[in-house]
């Protein structure tokens, strides 16, 4: 949001049609109301005086703008982001997966993909793991990413008593195999524009467990392609991955139908196809 404000300020003058993607607005939840109002003030000054469009990567972050007054309708347009699913049809050797984690070729799997920050909400992800080992002790965690929670997730992990089956493994390199490795994946985030991290392992046809927040929402449907639980709820989390690994079926049909809407609805040909017709009717005006 600086840098789009910013560069929006950059382009008075030239002419050039300002077209703006947030990618989630500076004013999401989590955020304290005083700082949100105050950015919500510059993003309604930008989409009035400096914008020509704006694309948002998903339907909530529109209903986030027109809950802080941020430009009108006509000045929006949602693209959803989009991937290319034949990235992840390759056959994956899970057993090398899991022997790159020191584990049995039969362990199952648990894992999470991003930046261990406050967003993706990582000690939640190790509070539900300490729930899931109560049931299921041989289940193992993985999380793929680094940031500044690292340290005091280990920590957790370690006062949990859990440390020997929680793995972190900071920068991945080949995601879609360690996703398609997974027998869940749980994306426990507090808030998000709309998370590309989803519609990779929808592809790779791992089965999903995540937070009912606008832009999961609108990649995961709760009951047919995955589970949404409230964020901030590391036991409502544990119940619906204990449910998907006691319950083969389930998964299963979570994975069919995750494949089949990401070649329907998010692809990246689609992506761009609708950035360009968006591209072309600013020129035209």
């Not at 910013?6 to 008075?12: D, G, K, T, V, Y």
């Not at 949100?36 to 000054?45: K, W």
């Not at 703008?65 to 430009?71: D, H, L, M």
Request: hydrophobic share 45%.
């Amino acid at each position: 949001s600086k840098a789009g404000f910013l560069a929006r300020l950059a382009a008075i003058g030239s002419g050039v049609p300002v077209i703006y993607s947030p990618h989630c607005f500076s004013f999401h939840d989590g955020v304290s109301p005083l700082i949100a109002n105050f950015l919500a003030v510059l993003e309604r000054f930008a989409a009035r005086y400096l914008t020509t469009r704006i694309i948002t990567v998903a339907d909530g972050e529109q209903t986030l703008a027109r809950r802080f007054r941020v430009g009108f309708p006509k000045l929006f347009v949602t693209i959803h982001s989009g991937i290319d699913p034949a990235s992840y049809d390759k056959p994956v050797d899970k057993v090398a997966q899991r022997a790159f984690l020191k584990l049995s070729k039969n362990a199952r799997l648990v894992g999470a993909v991003g930046r261990l920050g406050k967003q993706k909400a990582p000690l939640d992800f190790i509070q539900m793991a300490a729930f899931v080992h109560t049931q299921m002790p041989h289940v193992h965690f993985v999380w793929a990413g680094s940031g500044p929670l690292e340290e005091t997730a280990r920590k957790l992990s370690e006062e949990l008593g859990i440390a020997e089956v929680c793995h972190f493994i900071g920068e991945y390199k080949d995601i879609p195999s360690l996703l398609g490795a997974m027998d869940c994946f749980v994306l426990p985030s507090l808030w998000e524009g709309f998370p590309i991290v989803l519609l990779e392992a929808m592809a790779a046809g791992t089965p999903i467990v995540a937070t009912d927040i606008p832009g999961n929402d609108e990649a995961v449907s709760s009951g047919s392609n995955g589970w949404l639980v409230s964020p901030g709820d590391p036991s409502a989390l544990a119940e619906k991955v204990l449910s998907l690994l006691n319950d083969l079926e389930q998964a299963s049909l979570f994975t069919h139908s995750s494949r089949e809407r990401v070649r329907q609805e998010f692809t990246r040909a689609k992506m761009l196809a609708s950035i360009q017709s968006v591209y072309q009717e600013v020129v035209n005006e």
